[in-house]
């Protein structure tokens, strides 16, 4: 049963905190959880597109610069700051009643390692000096529906032009309306010249995309199929699963890339 234990408004949709047992969630307004943390363990993401999403982490190297847009409850940051404690985690998120909530309601620390912008992602990107971040977590939603900046191609052409040239986008995307859907995905293929590879989250609307800044690193991604489970070992995620269907949706570019 759930337990009201925050109820508000941001200006731009209602806010909601519940607790289910250990469970915290964020809502706006909808059925939909936003974000949800392990009061007890708030490093173990609990949705499973949040999971699905940080398989952006094999395929870099040696990730030291975060860059998130949307903050929610801070699930994402708060996995960050568990296994790279040593990272630099910069979060960018336009609303200061979800800012407050993450740090009041949903334990986000404060850390040297941890920056939080109180800017949408376009005013940031406008103004940012910094362009060699690893890896770009994109995670923006309104009540219900994606926000308009996704299906914006210059979001995406922006955004990677802040990574290294080994760097990877993770965005978060919803095909509950298909036609809403493939408009944003256009947007991501035009934004980084189609070098982009999606999955879909395991019943779920979810959809994945991993993008890159230059060509999609084959051999990187392959690397990462045969230390899936070393990886799976060390962020207690079921790896193997994810880079699987990684590959199995994206077989024909990687057929392509076979005869280059």
């Not at 469970?23 to 173990?44: K, V, Y």
């Not at 084959?218 to 079921?238: E, F, G, T």
Request: proline share 5%; aromatic share 10%.
């Amino acid at each position: 049963m759930h337990q009201l234990v925050f109820s508000g408004h941001t200006g731009q949709h209602p806010v909601l905190v519940t607790d289910e047992d250990n469970l915290r969630s964020l809502r706006f307004g909808t059925d939909e959880r936003q974000s949800c943390i392990n009061l007890l363990a708030p490093w173990e993401l609990q949705l499973a597109y949040t999971q699905w999403m940080t398989s952006a982490l094999l395929l870099h190297p040696g990730p030291e610069k975060f860059l998130l847009f949307g903050l929610g409850g801070g699930a994402l940051p708060h996995f960050l700051l568990h296994y790279h404690a040593e990272a630099q985690v910069d979060v960018v998120e336009k609303e200061a009643q979800v800012i407050a909530l993450a740090h009041d309601y949903f334990k986000l620390p404060q850390r040297d390692t941890l920056r939080i912008l109180n800017q949408d992602a376009e005013g940031f990107l406008r103004t940012a000096e910094s362009s060699d971040y690893h890896i770009a977590f994109l995670d923006i939603f309104g009540p219900g529906a994606m926000a308009p900046a996704l299906f914006q191609p210059e979001l995406y052409r922006d955004i990677l032009a802040r990574l290294t040239p080994d760097g990877v986008l993770a965005v978060n995307l919803w095909d509950g309306d298909k036609q809403l859907y493939h408009q944003a995905l256009e947007a991501v293929r035009e934004g980084s010249a189609g070098q982009v590879m999606q999955m879909q989250v395991k019943r779920r609307s979810n959809v994945i995309l991993l993008v890159f800044p230059s060509e999609i690193p084959h051999k990187r991604i392959k690397m990462a199929q045969k230390n899936s489970p070393h990886y799976q070992q060390r962020y207690h995620l079921d790896y193997p699963q994810f880079i699987k269907r990684l590959r199995r949706t994206n077989r024909a570019s990687f057929l392509t890339s076979l005869f280059r």
